[in-house]
T-cell receptor
């Protein structure tokens, strides 16, 4: 079946540091890949997505590139801010079969950014 | 933007009682809603897909009679945990897809914390 594995957290960084959160996946075919962010007390929000190999999703300074050869979708940001403190979830949407349209999530990575 | 609410945000109940959780799309109609369960430090696990006007589709291993889902209107889906037990304690999250949108456009509610004593 489909699965998503994220690097374990929590991740603690100082403001303006470089961020990488690793995400790898297992799926048949060509799934779509997503990063969601959950701020304290709020629901998950779509951060960025990529729907095919070599696509780069970007938003709010965050980027992730769909790497088919390494089955990865690592999240990066060049300079984090305190306001980026949240839980980040990597997810995939199956391309077909009985899981078509459903999201499979990683376990989430807690990011804390200190001033 | 699209907003999804859940009510209540947290609930504590006694073992053996039933609890109803509501999921509402506030500013859009949603033909499809999803219910997830999240354990501490674990990922969201899809429980069921709720389609307006039809029976919900449950994921493997999820008890249909335990977790009753009703999607009676385009803006409301409810999850009822029947005869709740301590092992049902969890964080329940819903999401909604605007009618006519593909399911990668899911808007999530803030979640409901259920504690069964």
């Amino acid at each position: 079946g489909n699965s998503v594995t994220q690097m374990e957290g929590p991740v603690t960084l100082s403001e303006e540091a470089f961020l990488t959160i690793n995400c790898t996946y297992t799926a048949t075919g060509y799934p779509s890949l997503f990063w969601y962010v959950q701020y304290p007390g709020e629901g998950l929000q779509l951060l960025l997505k990529a729907t095919k190999a070599d696509d780069k999703g970007s938003n709010k300074g965050f980027e992730a590139t769909y790497r088919k050869e390494t089955t990865s979708f690592h999240l990066e940001k060049g300079s984090v801010q305190v306001s980026d403190s949240a839980v980040y979830f990597c997810a995939l949407r199956a391309a077909g079969g009985t899981s078509y349209g459903k999201l499979t999530f990683g376990q989430g990575t807690i990011l804390t950014v200190h001033p | 933007g699209a907003v999804v609410s859940q009510h209540p945000s947290w609930v504590i109940c006694k073992s053996g009682t039933s609890v109803k959780i509501e999921c509402r799309s506030l500013d859009f109609q949603a033909t499809t809603m999803f219910w997830y369960r999240q354990f501490p430090k674990q990922s969201l696990m899809l429980m069921a897909t709720s389609n307006e006007g039809s029976k919900a589709t449950y994921e493997q291993g999820v008890e249909k009679d335990k977790f009753l889902i009703n999607h009676a209107s385009l803006t409301l889906s409810t999850l009822t945990v029947t005869s709740a037990h301590p092992e049902d304690s969890s964080f329940y999250i819903c999401s909604a897809t605007p009618s006519g949108s593909f399911t990668d456009t899911q808007y999530f509610g803030p979640g409901t914390r259920l504690t069964v004593l």
